[in-house]
């Protein structure tokens, strides 16, 4: 049943709430298309995890680099979602971010780390000078209310 | 995004409006660290939104406030910025109301702007 | 009426200790949680709203209660801190609490009620304040509304108790009373046709296994070949009794593999953990094939298999070398075929190495065919033929923290090129499926490898089908 959407956005925080909604209304027809009406917690965690993946895109943006715009997939099915996140920052390692120590309460470094507690799997390589982060989430009968 | 502010039994409420998000997180850290301590209630009645960047400023907010021995509480969150607050663990930071008015109450008489 | 369930996590002290991966909130008597018997038991009062405050965190309670809709209620949650008292809680639910009677059901116990009587009459009626106290808990009314005075129920006020639960002891002693004697007061899970014999969804008995009665079973439970299940058994979900393995009066919890050979009678058990609920004393089990006679596996044996699945690694690298190199090349023209590289674990000794990941999109004639062939894995061949992962074995681990503390905890991890839960297609993939991987593990061969990746090879070929069907439902 596969759909796609795809959105090529400014890295400007001004777009942000469009890309997190745009997200949102992804996992809605992905659920909707299983008969799950309500589904919080699915379209919950890809707007969560949108909305830090494009703060990320916009943050680490070097402003002397020559304009380019955030590409934002979704690839749509059935009961589950794929949302694929490409800019061209430098290069980062999914695996040498440090997660944060929830217990000293720090002021920020939460971004990737709920994304991973949210999305089922999230992976992030290096193409032709793009970061390219793919996520997935499959919803769950229970995540239905 | 807009944060009405109000003062209430000598509590500053301030109620947000919309997304807590990287835009509009820094309004609410500048808003946050511009009283001079004392206590606060947030209403979060009008919020529907909030991701690691308005967790940030929360965060930072109650920090400063503690440390200038005042408070923060927060008021009827939606079940999105719970959800948030329970991943990051913050919700062992927070006393947490349904009810802006009962979280106003809590404060102790002495303790007000 | 309104129900307000104030729960802290210092009253399941006794169950983390023991079982410190298995959130509280959902602890179970006969496969029901705790909370739900007290859900069951608000609607009999009449309550169609339930709010839990805890200071516990939600999610997995979340997941598995919702909002309430299964029952036809509204449920809601609220945090609360660790130093919050009943007085404190009350008042962060304060417009919750308002307006209406209110049930405050507060602490770590267990409701005895019956479910055929009615308690709404009672509840309208009795005066507020403490009605039911134990050890760990109580149960009280709230009312800022004058009593209703309502006509008197007949008779004497419907049965209600309430036991403490402070140990395991106790949880399993209820469990086994519950089963044994009030099985008939509660709405419990399982297909119940047969007098004392609850059974659950994916359910598989061998012909030659026993179930004797009063036993419950929870869904996708595997029991084999002259195993003995009962009479006194309570068997959790996403479990296997193994072959001739006898359960008498015991409690096996969730995602638990119970070995060969294997008598279990009076105990409580959970993954590797084995409690004896009389004398209060826990067995922790090094053999991650828990409680099963051993399999010898010497080193000879351990080169033998890895000569073998990389033998056969070697002649699927062979004949399929051309359908990849063709395939491949068509779908990554056409965007179908994407390559990442992640770090994942090899061994239980802190090895990792960095796998190619391919994601494949199905779709189309080609996809389809390279997905039957399961050609993604074909850049793993490689690391096969190495010795670095077996032909088939358990599921891969991601390099991470959180998964390492789970290989050392349970030695039986062996990544493989395909996870022996894809050959059994059992259970449905959103399942636990190590437990399944486990149990293979434990039975494993060179030649027994070999046909569980026909089996594999076969599923592939069948595996578009059955997602169809199973998207239908």
């Known amino acids: 049943m596969k759909e796609r959407v795809t959105l090529e956005l400014p890295p400007d925080l001004h777009f942000l709430r469009l890309a997190a909604m745009a997200g949102a209304e992804a996992a809605r027809y992905a659920a909707s298309a299983i008969g799950m009406q309500r589904q919080d917690v699915f379209t919950h965690a890809v707007e969560l995890a949108v909305s830090e993946v494009f703060t990320n895109a916009v943050k680490h943006r070097r402003a002397a680099t020559p304009a380019w715009h955030v590409m934002i997939h979704f690839g749509i099915n059935a009961g589950d979602l794929e949302v694929i996140v490409k800019d061209r920052n430098p290069h980062f390692d999914l695996d040498s971010v440090p997660s944060p120590d929830v217990d000293a309460f720090p002021e920020d470094g939460y971004g990737l780390y709920l994304v991973k507690q949210v999305m089922d799997t999230v992976t992030v390589r290096r193409e032709a000078q793009c970061n390219i982060v793919t996520m997935t989430k499959t919803i769950r009968p229970e995540d239905a209310t | 995004m807009q944060i009405d502010q109000q003062v209430m039994k000598n509590i500053f409420v301030f109620m947000p409006r919309g997304r807590l998000d990287a835009a509009s997180a820094p309004l609410l850290r500048e808003r946050l660290a511009a009283g001079d301590g004392g206590n606060m209630v947030l209403d979060f009645s009008a919020v529907d939104f909030m991701d690691s960047s308005g967790l940030g400023a929360l965060v930072a907010g109650a920090r400063r406030l503690r440390a200038q021995h005042g408070d923060i509480k927060l008021a009827c969150i939606a079940d999105t910025v719970r959800r948030v607050l329970e991943l990051t663990r913050a919700d062992r930071l927070f006393d947490i109301y349904d009810d802006p008015e009962a979280a106003i109450s809590s404060f102790a008489p002495e303790k007000s702007v | ?473």
Not at chain 3, 196 to 207: F, K, S
Not at chain 3, 272 to 281: A, F, K, N, Q, S
């Open chain 3, 1 to 473: 009426m309104k129900t307000l369930l104030v729960i802290k996590a210092n009253t399941f002290d006794w169950l983390q200790a023991v079982f410190p991966d298995r959130s509280p909130l959902l602890a179970s008597v006969c496969n029901k949680p705790l909370l739900e018997y007290l859900l069951d038991f608000a609607i009999l009062c009449g309550s169609r709203h339930f709010r839990l405050a805890t200071d516990m965190p939600l999610a997995k309670v979340e997941a598995v209660f919702g909002g309430g809709g299964r029952w036809g209620i509204e449920l809601t949650y609220a945090p609360i801190r660790k130093t919050d008292d009943l007085a404190t809680a009350l008042q962060k639910n304060s417009r919750y609490c308002a307006g209406s009677r209110l049930l405050v059901m507060q602490g770590c116990f267990f409701l005895h009620y019956d479910k055929q009587k009615n308690y709404g009459p009672f509840m309208q009626t009795t005066a507020p304040g403490e009605l039911l106290t134990c050890a760990t808990g109580r149960i009280l009314i709230h009312d800022a509304t004058p009593l209703k005075t309502a006509p008197s129920p007949d008779g004497s006020p419907p049965p209600l108790a309430l036991t403490s639960l402070r140990s395991i002891g106790e949880l399993y002693r209820l469990s086994m009373r519950v089963l044994g004697r009030d099985a008939r007061q509660y709405v419990l899970p399982g297909y119940n046709n047969e007098t004392d014999v609850y059974i659950g969804r994916n359910v598989m008995i061998a012909r030659s296994a026993r179930i004797e009665p009063p036993v419950m079973i929870g869904d996708h439970v595997q029991i084999h070949k002259n195993a003995i299940v009962g009479p006194g058994a309570v068997i959790g979900r996403n479990v296997i009794i193994d072959a001739y393995s006898r359960i008498h009066h015991s409690v096996i919890l969730d995602k638990t593999y119970v070995g060969e050979h294997l008598v279990l009678d009076r105990k409580l058990a959970g993954g590797r953990r084995l409690v004896d609920p009389g004398e209060e004393t826990m067995v922790q089990l090094e053999d991650a094939h828990l409680l099963s006679t051993m399999r010898p596996s010497s080193r000879g044996r351990n080169r033998l298999q890895r000569l073998g699945h990389g033998l056969l690694a070697a002649l699927l690298w062979v004949v399929l070398a051309m359908p990849y190199a063709l395939l491949s090349f068509i779908l990554k023209r056409q965007g179908r075929w994407r390559r990442s590289e992640a770090a994942y674990w090899v061994d239980s000794s802190g090895r990792s190495v960095r796998l190619t990941r391919v994601f494949l999109n199905p779709s189309g004639f080609c996809g389809r065919i390279a997905a039957s062939l399961a050609l993604d894995r074909y850049p793993l061949l490689g690391r096969v033929m190495r010795g670095d992962l077996a032909l088939i074995g358990t599921r891969r681990l991601p390099a991470t923290a959180a998964n390492r503390a789970v290989i050392e905890a349970d030695a039986g991890y062996r990544p493989g090129l395909f996870s022996y839960a894809e050959a059994e297609h059992w259970p449905v993939p959103e399942y636990d499926q190590d437990i399944v991987d486990r149990f293979h593990l434990a039975h494993q061969t060179l030649i027994y490898d070999f046909v569980m990746m026909v089996k594999v090879l076969l599923n592939k070929l069948h595996e578009e089908t059955a997602l169809c069907k199973s998207i239908s439902k």
